[in-house]
């Protein structure tokens, strides 16, 4: 089992900025491709952006190309998400998930997630 918590969203301006961090425990963080997904109300979940458990690779949806950028620190168990330029449209609930070490697009491929954090953005 792999659980994970996600924490740093919060309301914040159009144009503005938030850091979201997935703190991860269970099994061998390393092992684990990691991903970000996230969800509006009313709208399925979808992707974000990706690590592969080496670390070697990333992957990002159009949306978000050149605007987020994802990280992870195998030594902490910790994925972050730096997201800048926000949008109100990218309002919704961001989760963190995991699957061993091959990223996916695809939100059926991973087997873990945690609870989300609600990412807020104003116009």
């Known amino acids: 089992q792999v659980q994970l918590v996600e924490s740093g969203g919060g309301l914040v301006q159009a144009g503005g900025s938030l850091r979201l961090s997935c703190a991860a425990s269970?099994?061998?963080?390393?092992?684990?491709?990691m991903g970000w997904f996230r969800q509006a109300p009313g709208k399925e979940r979808e992707f974000v952006a990706a690590f592969t458990w080496s670390g070697g690779t990333t992957y990002y949806s159009d949306s978000v190309k050149g605007r987020f950028t994802i990280s992870r620190d195998n030594a902490k168990n910790m994925l972050y998400l730096q997201m800048n330029s926000l949008k109100p449209e990218e309002t919704a609930v961001y989760y963190c998930e995991a699957r061993l070490f091959i990223a996916s697009r695809n939100r059926a491929d991973y087997d873990y997630w945690g609870q989300g954090t609600q990412v807020t953005v104003s116009s």
């Open positions: 269970g099994r061998t963080f390393s092992n684990y491709a």
